[in-house]
Structures are given as structure tokens and as C-alpha cells.
């Protein structure tokens, strides 16, 4: 069974705790918060402050995504904030300082994640495999949310998914970008068992159906 993580990026940035309970009401179990920087993508969210907020008015597992330029300097205060999973770029920063963020989510109490970006191949993030509890792949550019599925990242999903089976099957496997009713499917084929829905979500009439499309 897959989980849905609704995206944050894709509701009403001025009603939060209203989108958020609405999530939980439609049946949704996760929430997916992207942090950007404006350095290692083109576009700034949210800091710590807000994933705080959050924290505070629902109990929804928060996933948050740190799209940001050494995140070394900041899981400290975001899982201070109260992350349950913090995943981070590979490209982001030296395997060295990757591998010390990594640790230092696990030992504040938070699971650690690691993340792709499209280009980036699989084999990247090889050695990172035993030491986080989810991988995400990523299936747009990251930056901006509403961009189209890129179906082409699925080999290396399916290619991460046996990866894993090998050294951490318990490891969650996250697909986000372009998620929706139609290519959910093809992640689910392909091992996911995580799937990010922004628009697909938010935009959706009935935000139920969509938590049962996805999760089933």
C-alpha cells in the first residue's frame, strides 16, 4: 500500500492550518513541506519557522524537503522544528558533509532521507542507502511546483527500489513531481511506495477520492 504526502507548495499559503486539517479530514496521513533557498533552486519558500507552525496545529508525519545549499547548516533547527522525516540532496554539498547531516538528523531523533534530482544517477547516493529510512526521487526539476511528470525517471526508480531490497528494504522509496491519478500508477509499478501530490491534491474536487486513488 502506497502512502500520499500532499504538498504544501500546491495550497493556500495564507490558510495553512485550514489546508492542513483538511488533508488530515480527506484521509491523508503525511504532509510534504519543500524548503527552498533560492541558491540550490530558484525559488524560496519556507524556513523553519513555518514547518514549527505546523507542527504545532496538526499531527499529520511531517516529510520535509530541504531544497537548500548545505543543508548541514540547517537540520539542527529543522528537526528542532518537528520534522519526522528530513531528507536532503545529494547534490547539495561534499559526501562528507552529506554523510554528517545525514547522521545528525538520525541522532536529534528524526529519520533521515536522501534525495535526487533528475540527472543525477542512482549510483550517486549508493553509499547513503543504509543510513536513511527514504530515498526520493525527484520527477521534475526541482523548484517549482505544476511541472509535468517526467516518465523517463522511472528506470531509476525501479533501479533504486532493488538497490534497496539488497542493503535497507525497510527504506520508504518517495517519487515527487507530476503525481496525479493517472501516473501514480507507473510509480507504484516501478517500487514507490511514497507519492508526493501537490496540485493533484489540492486541485482535486473530491481530495478523498484522490488520497484512495493514490493509496490503493
Known amino acids: 500500500m502506497a502512502i500520499i504526502s500532499p504538498s504544501i507548495l500546491a495550497s493556500d499559503y495564507m490558510n495553512f492550518e485550514?489546508?492542513?486539517?483538511?488533508?488530515?479530514?480527506?484521509?491523508?496521513?503525511?504532509?510534504?513541506?519543500d524548503i527552498m533557498d533560492g541558491i540550490f533552486v530558484p525559488n524560496i519558500t519556507f524556513g523553519p519557522g513555518v514547518v514549527k507552525g505546523?507542527?504545532?496545529?496538526?499531527?499529520l508525519t511531517l516529510d520535509?524537503?530541504?531544497?537548500?545549499?548545505?543543508?548541514i547548516r540547517?537540520?539542527?533547527?529543522?528537526?528542532?522544528?518537528?520534522?519526522?522525516?528530513?531528507?536532503?540532496?545529494?547534490?547539495?554539498?561534499t559526501?562528507?558533509?552529506?554523510?554528517?547531516?545525514?547522521?545528525?538528523?538520525?541522532?536529534?531523533?528524526?529519520?533521515?532521507?536522501?534525495?535526487?534530482?533528475?540527472?543525477?544517477?542512482?549510483?550517486?547516493?549508493?553509499?547513503?542507502?543504509?543510513l536513511v529510512d527514504m530515498v526520493l526521487v525527484m520527477t521534475v526539476e526541482p523548484g517549482f511546483g505544476g511541472q509535468k511528470f517526467m516518465a523517463?525517471?522511472?528506470p531509476k526508480v525501479?533501479?533504486?527500489?532493488?538497490?534497496?531490497?539488497?542493503?535497507?528494504?525497510?527504506?520508504?522509496?518517495?517519487?515527487?513531481?507530476?503525481?496525479?491519478?493517472v501516473t501514480c500508477a507507473l510509480?507504484?509499478?516501478?517500487?514507490?511506495?511514497?507519492?508526493?501530490?501537490?496540485s493533484a491534491f489540492f486541485g482535486a474536487a473530491d481530495r478523498a477520492e484522490m488520497v484512495k486513488i493514490i493509496e490503493a
Open 187 to 198: 510509480c507504484k509499478e516501478n517500487g514507490a511506495d511514497v507519492l508526493v501530490a501537490g
Open 18 to 33: 485550514r489546508d492542513l486539517t483538511a488533508a488530515k479530514q480527506a484521509g491523508a496521513k503525511w504532509l510534504h513541506i
Open 74 to 93: 540547517y537540520v539542527q533547527h529543522f528537526c528542532d522544528a518537528g520534522a519526522d522525516y528530513l531528507t536532503i540532496h545529494v547534490e547539495a554539498d
Open 64 to 71: 520535509v524537503h530541504l531544497m537548500i545549499d548545505r543543508p
Open 54 to 59: 505546523m507542527r504545532r496545529v496538526s499531527d
Open 95 to 130: 559526501r562528507e558533509n552529506t554523510r554528517a547531516a545525514l547522521e545528525k538528523i538520525r541522532s536529534l531523533g528524526v529519520k533521515p532521507g536522501i534525495v535526487v534530482k533528475p540527472k543525477t544517477p542512482a549510483e550517486d547516493i549508493a553509499e547513503f542507502l543504509p
Open 152 to 154: 523517463d525517471m522511472m
Open 158 to 181: 525501479n533501479q533504486l527500489r532493488k538497490m534497496l531490497d539488497e542493503v535497507n528494504p525497510a527504506c520508504h522509496l518517495e517519487v515527487d513531481g507530476g503525481v496525479d491519478a
